[in-house]
């Protein structure tokens, strides 16, 4: 016979039992969901919002999902901002090219109140994507006037073009990856201090200047930009054209088998103004082809890397970080 201490114990199991799976549920019920938002943004009305940016400030919560946005074909003359609070955005032009699908704006530093104000997209929120769209700050010389700014960490932007003068990409912070995009500027247009790869991108100057003016402030700080089987390209007549120069201390630029053409000048680098961060900039090249690949003309304090010392710099490396994070291979076609 089952004592009465037996069914006590028990009944008391069960309820013990019973707290801890209600709990164990509460608790899953607090978490946000992975979940996938999709919203359609259409100048026309034709889809669930009029603006990209209304897309960002009205669509439902993702949790710890994707947004993701897909724009239909158009010009978008709008300003753009993806704050912290929104992560893991998607940005996807609809059209057939890239340039079918545009978010332009002529917004100038000096109107801005400075560069850093001047952006037509500013991305914030971590885990950021784009693809087939453009990004245009359409102001044109006489200003520093951003396209694109980046504070984003594993940011991914394909078959994107970026457009603008000065300062057209300002790949700010985080890690960042640039696949098969077209970039054209002519000043310092791609500048900051993120760890980002531009692989197999094009970079148009369309103006004498400087294509990079990265900004390493410190000496083991984990920023710096890899330019990996990329073209650098430029319009009609246009000459006289830096590889970078540096706008911080300790900036750090690399080229890896990337094809060169005839505006790039011998010397390939240039000083920043009145400084001496000639003496702590890191700039190097390995196996640059095309007219503009001078290799015995650089200047002196430019880097030659060895294949050995250039492997570092590849993207799977450059990019891991304590994660692993590789998102070269994940868009290989």
């Not at 801005?112 to 950021?128: C, E, K, L, N, R």
């Not at 430029?234 to 094809?259: F, K």
């Amino acid at each position: 016979m089952i004592s009465p201490d037996f069914w006590r114990f028990r009944a008391v199991f069960l309820f013990v039992l019973a707290l801890g799976a209600a709990g164990a549920a509460g608790l899953a019920a607090s978490r946000p969901a992975r979940r996938t938002i999709r919203v359609v943004v259409a100048a026309n009305g034709s889809g669930d919002f009029r603006t990209v940016q209304e897309a960002i400030d009205h669509a439902p919560a993702e949790g710890r999902g994707r947004l993701i946005i897909a724009i239909r074909p158009g010009v978008y003359r709008e300003r753009v901002k993806i704050p912290q609070t929104r992560p893991r955005v998607t940005l996807v032009g609809l059209g057939k090219d890239p340039s079918d699908t545009t978010i332009t704006y002529n917004m100038s530093a000096k109107a801005a109140g400075g560069t850093f104000f001047s952006s037509t997209v500013d991305v914030q929120g971590a885990g950021f994507e784009a693809s087939n769209l453009t990004i245009e700050n359409s102001y044109g010389p006489g200003s520093q006037a951003v396209a694109l700014a980046v504070q984003s960490d594993r940011a991914v932007l394909r078959n994107c073009r970026l457009i603008g003068w000065q300062d057209t990409l300002y790949a700010e912070s985080g890690r960042q990856y640039y696949d098969r995009c077209f970039i054209r500027g002519a000043v310092d247009f791609i500048f900051g201090d993120a760890r980002a790869v531009f692989d197999r991108c094009t970079i148009e100057s369309g103006g004498r200047g400087y294509v990079t003016a990265e900004g390493r402030a410190v000496a083991n700080g984990p920023g710096g930009y890899v330019f990996y089987h990329s073209r650098l390209t430029a319009t009609a007549g246009v000459s006289h054209v830096y590889l970078g120069r540096p706008w911080r201390r300790y900036a750090r630029v690399i080229y890896l088998d990337c094809w060169m053409g005839g505006q790039i000048l011998p010397v390939g680098w240039e000083n920043w103004h009145g400084t001496d961060y000639d003496k702590t900039a890191w700039f190097a090249e390995y196996h640059s082809t095309g007219p503009g690949a001078h290799s015995g003309e650089r200047v002196p304090w430019a880097k030659k890397l060895t294949k050995a010392e250039a492997a570092r710099f590849l993207p799977r490396m450059f990019l891991a970080g304590k994660d692993g994070w590789n998102p070269a291979d994940s868009g290989r076609p």
